[in-house]
């Protein structure tokens, strides 16, 4: 763990079989989120970015809570002041900048990607969300913004902004509806009601609903590592802009013609040839 610029105290991480794994780290305080955390995961994500070793990140909360969301003690900072601190340092890391290296995947971070919790859909790797416990506010949204998601059913979700005089933050007013449709989204962010990961299993924002925290932290990494088993790490970059940037487009042509497009480029790579070889030799491949 030697990338991360100072020493970390909202965050910590460690690498296994390919897959990262993020924690949320304040659990005394439930992992509430503060300006030193938002800095701290933002390095960390962009020190995993481009390691060998990473195929997929797993970010998930210190138990019992995953986050309850924006801390007291900052939330009452900002009514005294009269506005609103992210907490980040001047010039912040900036994770989500597409390698020129990556094939297909061109250069630089799309401008309309280039904020938080945003630039997590430009992420190099597949971030996938393990919701073991409470998850509130600015959490939602950096579990919304993640590729997948694994919540526990008993975990309380809430995007509590309504209830603290707020209108809804980090974007969940885009990623929401469309992950869940208007009329769930409306119902959320109106309201901030309390809802849990069991009354919600069929809305179409959780990829796998578990019995517990543990569970679904175990969920998460089982599926991290089959990813980074099975498929080429090219291909699931690439396939991740091609989502992105249908999402920010209209265009279904446009959607085939990059298609095709980078179906060519992917064909002369060595990750294709392997894929193939594995296929024709009835054998997994060796990415």
């Given amino acids: 763990m030697t990338e991360t610029k100072g020493e970390l105290t909202s965050i910590r991480w460690d690498v296994e079989d390919r897959v990262a794994t993020v924690w949320l780290h304040r659990p005394h305080r439930h992992n509430a989120w503060t300006g030193r955390m938002h800095a701290e995961f933002r390095q960390v994500m962009a020190d995993l970015e481009f390691r060998d070793d990473v195929r997929a990140v797993v970010v998930t909360g210190t138990p019992p809570a995953f986050s309850v969301g924006g801390d007291s003690q900052a939330l009452a900072g900002h009514a005294d002041t009269g ?161 992105a940037e249908d999402l920010l487009r209209h265009d279904p042509a446009a959607s085939v013609g990059d298609s095709i497009r980078l179906l060519d480029e992917a064909m002369r790579t060595a990750e294709y040839r392997e894929g193939v070889a594995a296929l024709r030799d009835k054998r997994p491949p060796r990415f």
Avoid at 135 to 154: E, H, K, T
Avoid at 162 to 174: D, I, M, Q, R, T
Avoid at 176 to 190: E, K
Wanted: hydrophobic share 50%; net charge negative; proline share 5%.
């Fill in 83 to 243: 506005g609103y601190d992210t907490g980040l340092p001047a010039e912040p890391a900036r994770p989500g900048t597409w390698s020129a290296s990556d094939a297909g995947a061109g250069a630089g971070l799309d401008v309309r990607l280039d904020a938080d919790m945003a630039w997590q859909l430009a992420y190099r790797h597949p971030i996938i969300a393990a919701v073991n416990g409470a998850c509130a506010g600015v959490a939602l949204a950096l579990v919304a913004f993640c590729d997948l998601r694994f919540v526990a059913a008993d975990a309380k979700l809430t995007t509590a902004a309504p209830k603290l005089g707020l209108p809804a933050e980090y974007g969940l007013s885009w990623i929401l509806p469309r992950l869940v449709g208007v009329t769930r989204a409306s119902d959320l962010l109106l309201s901030g009601r309390v809802v849990t990961g069991a009354e919600t299993a069929d809305w179409g924002l959780w990829n796998g609903v578990e019995a517990d925290g543990a569970a679904t932290l175990t969920a998460a990494l089982d599926y991290a590592r089959s990813l980074a088993v099975t498929t080429g790490p090219n291909a699931v970059t690439v396939t991740k802009r091609q989502l």
